[in-house]
């Protein structure tokens, strides 16, 4: 991992950057091993999360740290400042000593690869792309982004276009495999199984359909989409869980306004057949309802004001819709709605016909399969950097 005269002849005139960023105070190093993945943005922490449990599942003593480059305080409890300039690399990798690192797609940083090739740490880029290479030298120097490309031990690329293009930038093929990309969803939210069985034999073979995280300023729309769909279904149970669960009282008022049968969670274990809505004002976690429902709209989606991850219901067999409105998820729903696995609606007048034609148990289990495969395909990329890393762990002697 010598130094190229290319690298040199850039970082030459590439400098330090201008601002002197002070070292920042870290935190305790823990036991063990520790890898460090640089990442770009927030949206690649939770891949990198999975990525440490997946490591530590069996107990290994080992420890993912990421840094972010645009880090602000929300992301305190996740990940760590990129170190700014040569010093301040140095005093990060000699407080952590990291065995490997992980790049995580996002612009190639010349300063910190040069001290990674500097201190021989083996490192990986994963998710990559081709994107933004042509930005990453600044100014030109013959040969620099081949050298810089060429440290990576293994380069994992989302897709077959990026693996050209990196190794037209100068990646030795060998190298390069073609991936997509690592699982970035959360780990399924829980439930207590005797609960959910419970709840299934207490209703049967009723049809049931979830708005998860609902805000009161689209009852309306949940009751309309309900009326319209129950045309179809008489027997269909909505199921209500507000995003506050302190909005409960006012969910259940302004449905029975319209004239609809409510039960509220609190009042009993499982809704008995009269009951055409059923509102959540427990804490009960959202993992119990997306068993239930096999289909899922995704409340704050239509109005704004936040929504939940797409991927919750998707990776535990629900059919997923939502509205326009899917900040911060933009990229999960990017995803589903890519590959057929989800509906995008633009108004609360496209709910209940939506819900209506997915009462087709055909049709809303393909949509399931669909959303599963998407959230799912991520796992195996991740399962084969978990491998690639255990081997070069053994390879290090940890």
């Given at each position: ?292 429902a096999p289909i899922s709209y995704l409340g704050g ?98």
């Open positions: 991992m010598a130094r190229s005269l290319s690298i040199a002849a850039y970082l030459a005139r590439l400098g330090e950057p201008e601002s002197k960023q002070r070292f920042v105070t870290q935190p305790p190093r823990p036991f063990g091993v520790i890898i460090w993945a640089r990442c770009s943005h927030a949206d690649q922490l939770t891949a990198i999360e999975t990525l440490n449990r997946r490591l530590t599942e069996d107990g290994d003593p080992v420890q993912v740290i990421a840094t972010i480059d645009n880090w602000d305080n929300s992301l305190s409890d996740r990940a760590l400042p990129e170190p700014k300039g040569r010093e301040n690399i140095q005093s990060f990798m000699q407080h952590w000593q990291p065995v490997i690192g992980i790049w995580v797609r996002g612009d190639l940083d010349p300063i910190i690869l040069e001290e990674w090739r500097e201190a021989k740490l083996p490192s990986l880029l994963v998710d990559a792309t081709a994107e933004g290479l042509e930005q990453v030298a600044g100014s030109w120097v013959p040969g620099a982004m081949r050298s810089l490309l060429s440290q990576f031990e293994t380069v994992l690329t989302v897709d077959q276009a990026a693996a050209e293009g990196l190794i037209r930038a100068g990646t030795p093929q060998e190298v390069v495999r073609v991936t997509g990309q690592m699982e970035d969803c959360a780990p399924p939210l829980p439930c207590i199984e005797t609960e959910r069985q419970d709840f299934a034999n207490a209703i049967g073979t009723r049809p049931v359909w979830l708005a998860a995280a609902a805000q009161l300023n689209e009852c309306q729309d949940l009751v309309d989409a309900h009326l319209t769909a129950s045309h179809r279904a008489h027997r269909l149970l909505l199921i209500i869980a507000p995003k506050d669960p302190a909005d409960a009282p006012r969910f259940a008022e302004e449905v029975r306004a319209r004239n609809l049968y409510v039960t509220l969670r609190s009042e009993t274990t499982a809704p008995s057949d009269l009951t055409q809505v059923l509102i959540i004002d427990s804490d009960e976690d959202l993992g119990l309802w997306y068993r239930i989606t239509l109005h704004g004001g936040g929504c939940r991850d797409p991927f919750e219901p998707a990776t535990l067999g629900s059919a997923v819709i939502y509205g326009p409105n899917v900040s911060p998820y933009q990229k999960h729903a990017a995803r589903l709605n890519a590959a057929a696995a989800s509906h995008l609606i633009r108004s609360g007048a496209d709910l209940g016909p939506l819900v209506e034609t997915l009462l087709s148990t055909d049709k809303v289990a393909t949509l399931a399969h669909a959303a599963w495969d998407v959230t799912s395909r991520g796992a195996d990329v991740t399962n084969r950097i978990v491998r690639i890393v255990q081997r070069r762990l053994e390879d290090l002697g940890h």
